[in-house]
């Protein structure tokens, strides 16, 4: 009989400090990870944002056990990261010259010379700053350019090479001894200020969603000179795009169970209303210096359309992470090198559009507090 009062008066006395515990704002539940004691987390002060599982800093274990136990619910007030890219330019190659073999059909009998840039390095940089307890302003700034050049020379007795970006209603320009070069740039940078947004989260996943405005700039520059006549002859062009509009997007998060591990997906895309100009001229030194010389604008609505996959690690409080991943980018409705040149020539430029991809690795380093 006194044994039942006294387990009746301890399991009240369990019961009131419990009920003080939560008036002081602590967290009452203390299971730790398989079955563990751990030391209870306290609840996040009044007017602090707090974890989704209720104030529970670690879900699967404590620091000392070497398991993650940052809580992917918490959002820290900054952050900020930078990115090295290694990307590489796809369907933008220009060909400038090809070898034939002197005869009435014109037949080919080495490779088309051409330049297409390979993969090169950028870099991104950014941070947020949380406005309350699920959102952050965010801004980030990318630059990314490849330049490449190439060389031609005829190598076959007999042979002929044409120069392809020359216009055809100049002089012929086959040679037996032609050599040719070629230079090619391609330029891009981004800026985005976003409202994100997490709007789902439970101890290992989860999912932000972001909305903001964009501004994007493309650049193109092609440069050719044809020796072996008697006057050296050279081809210019330049494209370029400037515009900005809206940007939406969706980024997923999943931790490993039991370490620092994560994996992560994040997907976007950019609606950016802008104005493509372009010029292209041809001349010979010495001789007539400008023999074309022309130009166009006109106004395009871009979409760029990017998917990045990768895996990351972080420490245990989450205050330090590092990702790594692959990227592709596809950049619509914009005015290639290749398709410019070629309108010049057949003198028609109705309808130029074509499509521009970008894929390669990323590395990010982030710093969170």
């Not at 009240?12 to 299971?31: E, F, H, N, P, T």
């Not at 870099?123 to 952050?136: E, K, P, T």
């Not at 997007?249 to 620092?260: K, N, S």
């Not at 972080?314 to 592709?328: A, D, I, K, S």
């Amino acid at each position: 009989m006194k044994a039942r009062i006294v387990f009746s008066a301890c399991m009240v006395g369990l019961l009131a400090a419990q009920q003080a515990m939560a008036q002081q704002g602590y967290d009452i539940r203390s299971v730790g990870y398989a079955g563990e004691e751990k030391t209870a987390a306290p609840a996040a002060p009044a007017g602090e944002c707090s974890t989704c599982t209720g104030g529970e800093v670690c879900t699967d274990g404590t620091c000392d056990t070497g398991i993650a136990c940052v809580d992917p619910c918490y959002q820290p007030r900054w952050t900020f990261f930078g990115d090295v890219l290694y990307l590489r330019a796809r369907d933008v190659e220009v060909p400038y010259a090809v070898q034939n073999d002197g005869t009435e059909t014109v037949n080919q009998v080495g490779r088309v010379a051409l330049v297409d840039p390979d993969y090169d390095l950028g870099f991104r940089i950014g941070g947020s700053f949380m406005l309350d307890c699920d959102a952050a302003l965010a801004m980030q700034y990318t630059w990314w350019r490849a330049d490449t050049e190439d060389s031609f020379t005829v190598d076959q007795p007999g042979a002929i090479g044409r120069w392809l970006v020359s216009h055809p209603g100049t002089l012929n320009v086959d040679s037996g001894d032609l050599d040719a070069t070629a230079e090619y740039d391609i330029e891009f940078q981004l800026v985005d200020v976003d409202y994100r947004s997490n709007f789902y989260c439970n101890g290992r996943t989860s999912l932000t969603w972001l909305a903001g405005v964009s501004y994007g700039h493309l650049e193109e520059t092609f440069a050719s000179q044809l020796f072996g006549n008697q006057n050296g002859s050279f081809v210019d062009t330049n494209i370029k795009f400037d515009g900005g509009g809206i940007r939406l997007g969706l980024e997923a998060e999943r931790y490993a169970r039991d370490c620092g591990l994560l994996v992560y997906g994040r997907g976007s895309a950019r609606f950016l209303a802008g104005e493509f100009d372009a010029d292209y001229i041809q001349g010979e030194i010495p001789g007539d210096p400008v023999q074309i010389n022309t130009g166009w604008k006109a106004g395009r609505v871009v979409s760029i359309l990017d998917l990045e996959l990768g895996a990351g690690w972080q420490n245990c409080n989450g205050t330090f992470r590092v990702t790594g991943g692959y990227m592709v980018s596809g950049w619509f409705n914009t005015v290639t090198t290749a398709d410019w040149i070629s309108a010049v020539h057949n003198n028609n430029y109705n309808d130029l559009g074509d499509t521009i991809t970008f894929d390669g690795f990323v590395a990010r380093a982030e710093l969170r507090y």
